[in-house]
């Protein structure tokens, strides 16, 4: 487990004491059963929640659905992120100091803030319902793969939290007098507003809250149900709602104008904006109360019976234990050997943190909402997923997947499909059965164009193409997905018309689309398609400036943009042409045509130069998607393949490390998680649409990965890795099953196939 001390100014050491041998007892509970070094182990869940890394470390299974997360981003000194300033997307800073409950819907590493919310938190003494005045500075705080715990020091309450797929549970160890438990469901990192509840009893609550606007779009609502159950009645109950500040004198006579107004009496539903619902009850020193926490985003009777499903009872050790047995079979698939613990520690975060999303959507009873539509629909085969980041994670998280966990990318596949089926378009960034329109592009076609060339078949190919070929040739005026269609059809290019565009970024992730659309075309025999499609892949030659050798914004008549300066875009200040990054960021990320894009740099010297350069002059930023592939660049021209070895080492050791701020910046559900894991075991998947892997120097002496026999003849690859040390970084040979490898690049289908590869390492660049 993962621990946070205490600071012994904030909490006395009676309390300190019971904590520490609770949480010692819960320690010896989760761990009995496992082996000594479980893959669980070496996962550290505070990874991330500091320099806008944007994970969490409340509990969650693979693929859940519900996370229990302490939420400390409420506005309050002491907080210098939160869910109005400094641009949080997320429900938890490691750096912050107060928390006003655990949210029970989260998002993992995004850039955007949403969800957040179903609220519980735990209070002692005189009821107080304003979150503003609730808080409390937390400490002693313990994480692992399906279990949190901290210490509530104003209250002197020990909490603890767990989870399942579709369900949280909390437990409260509550000192002598009155405790109390409130549901809020007025504040979260939604930028949507308004909730329904209902008292059921004096220890069951239930209702929804609406969720979205995701990044601002508008249109992008859901709500979120749930039922909230409680292991013990409570003496008192109620609710809570902010009154408006009503105007004019002859409305003085109200007593909670502006302010929180306590229902006591009433106990039927409640609607609002600022609503909650709040638990009162008698406790003893060391009574624990439990709270258990079904979610749907179908209905209420279907959080219930997830619920009652998932969570029969209350058994908080059993449900704990079985959260960290699901993490050890999904972690287990991928084994190392060798290396430091802290590498350990960085490779088993990361893909603990892969495996969050695309996360399920549908309930028990296999129903969830369809696409843009209030329709509710059943998932026939598999699991329905949600949460499509897929400008991040076509990249590496879906090569991955494909090649680790099959099963699950299948049914991401199919639930991609199917939502064309439902909405009439693939997704570009989906959220719960919502559209965001995030990022550029058309990067649904890339996942499953590779997906299916990496031999992923078991999906309605045709009705995927179908969907593929609508988005990459309708007019852009009624085109969803690409709205700058026409002109791009017609000349391969998009022009800059207005500033600060992304005219230049929405072209280079057209023609990776393209090309893998253009690939998979090719693997169906459809020869038109592949030749049209391959032509417009290439359009970016348009925008290259010999003048500085990178890539430039370019007007309809096709001269280039006037005053161009390539180093504007630095720090997310707004560019021309170019989105979240500068010209430097974008110019090598054609990775279908790198032959192409050395070519007009004037050769092969030229190109590593200005690669070098890249490097030098700290113009790559490792924390954002478009350049995550540079460091794999020099394996394209022979006898620089060494710079790649060099570069790739010193991105793992200079970006990733074991604490807080451990990654350079948003995860990306899982982005760059995947690009450390990948560049950790000495392969990468370097073009979309291209089943291929390029190579680089393993950190682990022994990498095994245990593949699928439903879906692979071979049952593990073993990457093994000789003369490894932190100075032996540079591969000296290379062998596939004791035949010499003398290209840095291999097939998908070869490594599965052949199932080996090993390298000689050396402390200085092979001759």
Known sequence: MNTRTINPEKANKQSI???????MVMLAIILSPAKAQDPASFVNPF????????????????????SVVPYNVTPHEGNDYSNTDSWCSNPYVYNNELMTGFSHVNL?????????SIMLMPTTGELEVDFNKYGTPLSDEVASPGYYSAFLDRYAIKAEATATKRTGLSRYTFPEGQSNILLDLGHGLTNESGAYMKMVSDS?????????????NPDAVVPVYFVVKFSKPAQKHGYWKKQPRLPGARHQWSSTSGKFKIYEKYFRELAGEQIGGWFTFDTEKGETIEAKVGVSYVSIENARENLNAEQPDFDFEGTAQKARESWNKQLSKIEVEGGTKADKTKFYTALYHLLIHPNILQDVNGEYPAMESSEILKVENGNRHTVFSLWDTYRNVHPFLTLVYPKQQTDMLRSMVDMYKESGWLPKWELYSRETHVMNGDPALIVLSDSYLRGLKDFDIETAYEGMMKSATSPGSVNFLRPDNDFYMENHYIPFRDSFDNSVSQALEFYVADYSLAQLAKAMGKKDDYKMLYERSLGYKKYFDSEYDLLRPVEENGSFMPGFNPMQGENFEPVHGFHEGNSWQYSFSVPHDVKGITKLMGGKKRFVRQLEKTFRDSLFDMSNEPDMGYP???????????????TVRDCVSRYFHTGPGGLPGNDDTGTMSAWLMYSMMGFYPITPGDPIYTLSSPVFDKVTIHLD??????????IETENNSADNIYIQKMEMVDKPLREFFISHEELIREGGLKFYLGDEPAD
């Not at 026999?709 to 073993?718: F, G, K, P, S, T």
């Open 17 to 23: 004491a019971r904590y520490l041998l609770t949480g």
């Open 47 to 66: 990874i991330g929640t500091s320099n806008y890394g944007a994970t969490f470390p409340g509990p969650i299974v693979p693929w859940g659905m519900v």
């Open 108 to 116: 993992s590493g995004v850039g955007c803030p949403d969800l957040g």
């Open 204 to 216: 069951e609550v239930e209702g929804y809250k609406l969720m979205g606007t995701f990044c601002y």
């Open 632 to 646: 794999f660049l020099f394996n394209y021209v022979k006898g620089e393949e060494w710079r790649s070895q060099r």
């Open 709 to 718: 026999d439903e879906y692979y003849a071979n049952d593990r690859i073993v």
